[in-house]
């Protein structure tokens, strides 16, 4: 790209960003650190606009994405960073470690001059306010959302996907797939280094689950404070059974 064509994007990016401070108002949504967002029903819209130079010109890039704020709320407790399970929807948008949102679209806009811009934003946000509607529709619970990431296989889908498991209670299935990605090696999205070395979020994810799991056994059963894992790295707690015999009683 040559100096003129360099200017030419810098100059259309500060009108872009002019622009969209009115615009963004004007379509409902907000602006917090640059992002621009919306909450609907609980889940958390994020609306990522940029300028690109293109082979035939310039253009507006606007990437839309989206996530249960739920999710946050549950990974913050799991890596143990309570502190940002806030009512507040800034950690949300800001924090530094928080799950990635689901990218849902992406779509370019050509723009050639600053003064097609506004009519081209306009154009974006309508879209935007298309798209974000019909996902509004799909998503009518938890389960819907996690649909939406199965049958990925990135690192990102998969911690989504557990934390969806955990927001339907549903901890031995969590459980079951972070044991999985434990075996393969992986240690998760996420990484806390001290002088210990490292420990991923899968570790975190497993010692949280774990504790889960020993909550909601029957407090009248259960004998010990620990679950165990036999030689086979099957989980298991001890109660009793019918005759009053202390018993194995396996899961995940």
């Known amino acids: 790209m040559t100096h003129k064509e360099q200017q030419?994007?810098?100059?259309?990016?500060?009108?872009?960003?002019?622009?969209?401070?009115?615009?963004?108002?004007?379509?409902?949504?907000?602006?917090?650190?640059?992002?621009?967002?919306?909450?609907?029903?609980?889940?958390l819209y994020l609306v990522n606009i940029d300028v690109y130079p293109a082979s035939l010109g310039k253009y507006i890039?606007?990437?839309?994405?989206?996530?249960?704020?739920?999710?946050d709320n549950i990974f913050w407790e799991v890596y143990e960073m309570d502190d940002l399970g806030t009512t507040s929807i800034n950690p949300h948008i800001s924090a530094s470690e928080s799950p990635y949102p689901l990218i849902i679209k992406e779509y370019n806009t050509p723009v050639g001059s600053p003064d097609?811009?506004?009519?081209?934003?306009?154009?974006?946000?309508?879209?935007?306010?298309?798209?974000?509607n019909e996902y509004n529709k799909r998503f009518?619970?938890?389960?819907?959302?996690?649909?939406?990431l199965e049958?990925?296989?990135?690192?990102?889908?998969?911690?989504?996907?557990?934390?969806?498991?955990?927001?339907?209670?549903?901890?031995?299935?969590?459980?079951?797939?972070?044991?999985?990605?434990?075996?393969?090696?992986n240690i998760g999205s996420f990484a806390k280094y001290d002088e210990n070395g490292v420990t991923g979020i899968n570790e975190y994810?497993?010692?949280?689950?774990?504790?889960?799991?020993?909550?909601?056994?029957?407090?009248?059963?259960?004998?010990g404070k620990f679950i165990f894992k036999d030689?086979?790295?099957?989980?298991?707690?001890?109660?009793?059974?019918?005759?009053?015999?202390?018993t194995k009683v396996f899961f995940g």
């Open 231 to 246: 030689k086979t790295n099957r989980y298991f707690y001890i109660c009793r059974n019918k005759n009053g015999l202390a």
């Open 61 to 71: 890039s606007t990437k839309i994405s989206v996530k249960p704020r739920i999710i």
């Open 8 to 43: 030419a994007v810098r100059e259309l990016k500060k009108t872009v960003a002019k622009t969209l401070k009115s615009l963004v108002k004007e379509f409902g949504y907000k602006l917090l650190s640059g992002w621009i967002y919306k909450v609907v029903n609980d889940y």
């Open 140 to 148: 009518t619970d938890i389960s819907s959302f996690k649909s939406e």
């Open 151 to 185: 049958g990925r296989e990135d690192e990102h889908s998969v911690l989504g996907i557990i934390l969806c498991y955990i927001a339907e209670g549903n901890y031995k299935e969590a459980l079951s797939i972070t044991k999985e990605e434990i075996k393969k090696g």
């Open 205 to 223: 994810l497993e010692k949280y689950l774990m504790a889960k799991l020993r909550a909601v056994s029957p407090k009248f059963c259960y004998l």
């Open 116 to 132: 097609e811009v506004n009519y081209a934003l306009v154009r974006i946000f309508e879209e935007a306010d298309s798209i974000i």
